[in-house]
């Protein structure tokens, strides 16, 4: 029997949610690339963050999904139409938040976007993840993501890059991830 304190609502994410997304956002990035940036590098506020959330959440090639406990959303992932990655959708911000990892929330909200993305006849997705984000990048390996060669982003500072992860669906790929 699930504890109360665990309940969790995972929910198709709204206009109304770009603030608490960019909240988790500005929490989560503060520790997952804490060891990545430069410390000098200023991080994303939330104030920084919720118009780029608002327009997102208003696109109509754009499903936004969140997890919420207590009123608060804990986790996010987002599946977007994107003409510049090879499979044309990604996966994009996917965030779980640092007191709420490894808990199941994160496979959750993925395996959600997955079977979206299957259900609308894709056939691969795209994400962009650092490089040198170990820990995502064993997750994503592990789910069976790949690097596609060749393709980079550099942020600011240049020297901390994207890498190109692709994943091949099948039917029913959400259900054996």
């Not at 997304?21 to 000098?40: G, K, M, N, Q, R």
């Amino acid at each position: 029997m699930e504890r109360p304190e665990l309940a969790a609502t995972l929910r198709y994410a709204n206009a109304g949610d770009a603030s608490g997304l960019a909240t988790l956002h500005s929490e989560t990035v503060a520790v997952a690339y804490a060891d990545i940036f430069p410390a000098e590098t200023p991080a994303p506020t939330p104030a920084d963050l919720v118009p780029a959330y608002r327009r997102l959440l208003e696109d109509c090639d754009a499903d936004a999904w969140v997890v919420e406990r207590d009123g608060l959303i804990v986790a996010s992932i987002v599946l977007i139409v994107d003409a510049s990655v090879p499979a044309h959708r990604r996966i994009e911000r996917f965030n779980v938040h640092p007191q709420h990892q490894s808990q199941g929330l994160g496979s959750a909200l993925y395996q959600r976007a997955v079977a979206e993305a299957c259900a609308r006849g894709a056939t691969r997705l795209n994400l962009w993840v650092l490089e040198d984000n170990v820990r995502a990048r064993a997750i994503y390996e592990t789910w069976g993501w790949t690097v596609v060669p060749g393709f980079v982003l550099e942020n600011e500072p240049p020297e901390v890059i994207d890498v190109l992860y692709e994943l091949a669906l099948e039917p029913h790929a959400a259900a054996t991830s």
